[in-house]
């Protein structure tokens, strides 16, 4: 909320795995800014769900992690077209990749990747429609589970050292740095494309959290 109120921006509380949470995430903007001009679809979390779990919870994960994706591009379409405007789709490594834990975030984000192709045809020619795959970005719920382990540090470093760029994690304002080039006119002529800013992590297979 402090963030938002520093920026001129506004803070929406929202369950958005529930359709009626993002109408009324859509219904604030557009009361608020008068139209739509880019939407990050960046919400999700890496729950862990893998094939030893039952079929509902996977359903429920995919309900999590991609519903809301689906959900607030289609409620934005209109806006997103008549503003020429940008749709920036965070993804990760692990559709890619795999990770061998979790079916349900991996399949969420593969969907994602193939609804940025979708999409960018979709909107094409009036929005633009791109993604960005992290892979180790060292945010808040990235250091909570560090911080959940009995060797925080140890594990850090076992991590960075499969990052081949600076064997370091990636930092929050490296991810924005891409987010912003592809929500602004500067990328204006870059659509369906999958972006990794990972250090070249995805390169390597093996652990993630």
Known sequence: RSLAAETGGIFIEAELSEEASCNKVVD???TTYGQIDVLVNNAGYNDG???EQPPEKFMSSLQAN???VYTLTHLCREQLRANQGSVVNIGSKVAVTGQGSTSGYAAAKGAMNAL??????????????????????????????FNSLKNPEGTRRAIEQLIPLGQRMTTPEEMAAMIVFLASPVSSHTTGQIIFVDGGRSLHTGASA
Do not use: G, K
């Open 28 to 30: 604030e903007t557009m």
């Open 49 to 51: 769900i893998d094939l």
């Open 66 to 68: 991609l519903s809301h």
């Open 116 to 145: 940025t192709r979708e999409w960018a045809i979709a909107l094409a020619p009036e929005a633009r429609v791109n993604a960005v795959l992290p892979a180790e970005c060292i945010t808040p719920q990235y250091q909570r589970w």
